[in-house]
């Protein structure tokens, strides 16, 4: 089933909804952040998601399901360039082809490094007294980090649109305008809310 242009651009669509719920439920996590107690309740969430049993498991599967809408991504690319291989003359949004879609790769590729770098820092980082608060609050009072953070997040609203777009597309909802503008204000939504973190903490201290 999934060996068809059909099937790959199906399996990208049910794969990237898998993800974007994912993001959904850690966004809602993150939203601790701002309880404005010091760090308590998110210190008290993060503690409770490591002692988790689940943790690990369900850390396995989104692996997988990303590493499987990369296969899809990267295959359908190839197969694209393989249908025109001496590329277009004129640029030009053809055929709804909008910047999104056409640096769609790109912009994968720069997520896939900025998650490394996220669960590098924040997962795997040193945690001390004030607990991974602290380390949140830390880390997003460095103008760098505060700013790569902000700009990766508008990497991400471009491609949660066309991703979640095409996704509806595959799945025959697009027709909607109701489905085509939810997905456009969660795309907002979901980068807006990680983006608020970093400027929050920045302008706190």
């Known amino acids: 089933m999934f060996s068809t242009s059909i099937g790959k651009k199906l399996g990208m669509a049910l794969t990237g909804l898998i993800l974007y719920s994912f993001l959904i439920g850690h966004l809602a996590g993150n939203l601790q952040l701002f309880a404005g107690d010091g760090g308590t309740a998110f210190n008290t969430y993060a503690e409770f998601m490591i002692s988790n049993p689940l943790l690990i498991p369900t850390e396995f599967i989104l692996l997988g399901v990303l590493i499987t809408h990369v296969v899809f991504a990267v295959s359908l690319s190839r197969t694209a360039r393989r249908a025109r291989p001496q590329g277009y003359a004129v640029r030009k949004a053809v055929g709804g082809r909008s910047l999104a879609s056409r ?9 896939l490094v900025f998650l490394i770098i996220h669960i590098r820092t924040f997962k795997f980082g040193e945690i001390g007294e004030g607990g991974l608060f602290a380390l949140v609050a830390e880390t997003f009072q460095q103008p760098v980090w505060a700013g790569g953070y902000l700009l990766v997040m508008t990497v991400l609203v471009f491609l949660l649109w066309h991703a979640m777009h095409s996704a509806f597309q595959t799945l025959g ?27 929050y903490f920045f302008l706190a201290q």
């Open 103 to 111: 640096t769609m790769i790109w912009s994968g590729l720069t997520i």
């Open 173 to 199: 909802w697009h027709a909607r305008a109701g489905w085509r503008l939810a997905s456009t204000l969660m795309s907002i939504l979901i980068a807006g809310g990680f983006a608020a973190i970093p400027v």
